[in-house]
């Protein structure tokens, strides 16, 4: 399988605990998305990195919210004391953008519940 | 921020009937996207439009660009019990960026 791959599918956690999710993008691929989605809702855009550069952070994205892509490949997002409000579906996405075209492949997300 | 509406939010159809979700913008897109998430799923790309009036077609599926290119459409034709899911539209933002503002969705269910 060569698409976007996440791990873990499904975290619980206690609040107050760190989580940590990883992404495996598509390998030629040098853009790199996070989005979180909430029951009902489509996904709200965090953060992306083109190659190892965070270039854009949402404001979504509190200071308890940290993501990273040493080496240009896969990415972490990490979240320090969890909240409940944290709950949700974490969504990676990469992409390979060519002039305007840019297609983005979504991986198949990270169920965190924040008990 | 930029923003886009998407009605209906739910459509329950009879297997065999149309369906059509709609996304509006108050401005101007560059382009506008449709992915399709099954349940439990993730979103799957299903295409982009760029150009102004543009009508798209994949099999049952006719997606459209509106003249001022501040709507779109997503219309299947006949419906089937595989086209259960949320339709989301996307448009990325100005700039080098191609981070996406997605629609609230349009959740489609198909009674057999």
């Known amino acids: 399988d060569t698409g976007v791959s996440q791990d873990p599918r499904h975290k619980i956690t206690k609040r107050g605990q760190n989580v940590t999710f990883r992404c495996d993008p598509i390998?030629?691929?040098?853009?790199l998305y996070w989005y979180r989605q909430t029951l009902g809702q489509g996904p709200e855009f965090l953060t992306y990195?083109?190659?190892?550069?965070?270039?854009?952070k949402s404001r979504l994205l509190s200071d308890r919210f940290s993501a990273e892509r040493p080496k240009g490949s896969f990415s972490t997002l990490e979240i320090q004391r969890t909240e409940q409000g944290d709950s949700a579906m974490y969504l990676c996405?990469?992409?390979?953008?060519?002039?305007?075209?840019?297609?983005?492949?979504f991986g198949p997300g990270t169920r965190l519940l924040v008990l | 921020g930029q923003q886009v509406m998407q009605i209906p939010q739910y459509q329950h159809v009879q297997e065999g009937e149309d369906f059509t979700t709609y996304c509006n913008s108050s401005?101007?897109?560059?382009?506008i996207q449709w992915y399709k998430q099954r349940p439990g799923g993730h979103p799957v790309f299903l295409i982009q439009?760029?150009?102004?009036?543009e009508v798209k077609k994949q099999k049952r599926l006719t997606f459209q660009f509106g003249e001022a290119k501040k709507n779109s459409s997503l219309h299947i034709t006949a419906t089937q019990t595989t086209d259960v899911g949320t339709y989301f539209c996307?448009?990325?933002?100005?700039?080098?960026?191609?981070?996406?503002?997605f629609g609230q969705g349009t959740t489609l269910q198909v009674k057999p």
């Open positions: 390998s030629e691929h040098n853009r």
């Open positions: 439009l760029v150009k102004s009036g």
């Open positions: 990195f083109q190659n190892e550069a965070q270039l854009e």
């Open positions: 996307a448009v990325s933002t100005s700039g080098n960026t191609g981070k996406l503002i």
């Open positions: 996405a990469s992409s390979f953008r060519r002039g305007l075209q840019e297609t983005q492949y």
């Open positions: 401005t101007t897109l560059s382009n």
